[in-house]
């Protein structure tokens, strides 16, 4: 069946870093983009970033510009975010989803940036 | 950018009951607009697509409509398992980004 599982979160000190992995299953990975999505603690969803099927294009939100990059293997099935100079408002449940709308999520990965 | 906006916020219902939830856009979306469920610890649960497609195994009480800037996701006779946070999404083609609107939940009244 359809699945993705997020792996990688964990605690970290504000300005480290951490890498998050979304393995795919049950679908061809390779000819759809992929996104990830965040939910803060008490707070709704927010779109953090995109990736075309084939890595050409990425798309960012304005509040992780310049510190998160989202790459893939499609030969691992496997997408990733690298995220840099972590600050406390980055503290979230991070899931990976498939576009164009999401039909599929992970099961999410906690990320918690300490002060 | 394009700004989601759900209302009510908090939506009371019993059991039963018929359950209807608003989602207004600030500029036109066409039908680029999901519904999606989500519980505390679950992944979300893509309801609705293309403003009134049902998603693969969505029971029939779980109805979108609207298009443009006015949506509404219809849940016909509310269950147990229907108390939940709901969020609209607009999903744009390209550059292919998502917006969310800040969730309404349903609670037991």
């Known amino acids: 069946q359809v699945q993705l599982v997020e792996s990688g979160g964990g605690v970290v000190q504000s300005g480290g870093s951490l890498r998050l992995s979304c393995a795919a299953s049950?679908?061809?990975?390779?000819?759809?983009?992929m996104h990830w999505v965040r939910q803060a603690p008490g707070k709704g969803l927010e779109w953090v970033a995109f990736i075309r099927f084939d890595g050409s294009h990425k798309f960012y939100a304005d509040s992780v510009k310049g510190r998160f990059t989202i790459s893939r293997d499609n030969s691992k099935n496997t997408l990733f975010l690298e995220m840099n100079s972590l600050r406390p408002e980055d503290t979230a449940v991070y899931y990976c989803a498939k576009d164009p709308f999401g039909d599929c999520w992970g099961q999410g990965a906690l990320v918690t940036v300490s002060s | 950018d394009i700004v989601m906006t759900q209302s009510p916020a908090t939506l009371s219902v019993s059991p039963g009951e018929r359950g209807t939830l608003s989602c207004r856009a600030s500029q036109s979306v066409s039908s680029n607009l999901a519904w999606y469920q989500h519980k505390p610890g679950q992944a979300p649960r893509l309801l609705i697509y293309?403003?009134?497609t049902r998603a693969t195994g969505i029971p029939a009480r779980f109805s979108g409509s609207g298009s443009g800037t006015e949506f509404t996701l219809t849940i016909s006779s509310l269950q147990s398992e229907d108390f939940a946070v709901y969020y609209c999404q607009h999903y744009n083609n390209w550059p292919p980004r998502w917006t969310f609107g800040q969730g309404t939940k349903v609670e037991m009244k």
């Open positions: 293309g403003a009134s």
């Open positions: 049950g679908f061809t990975f390779s000819g759809l983009g």
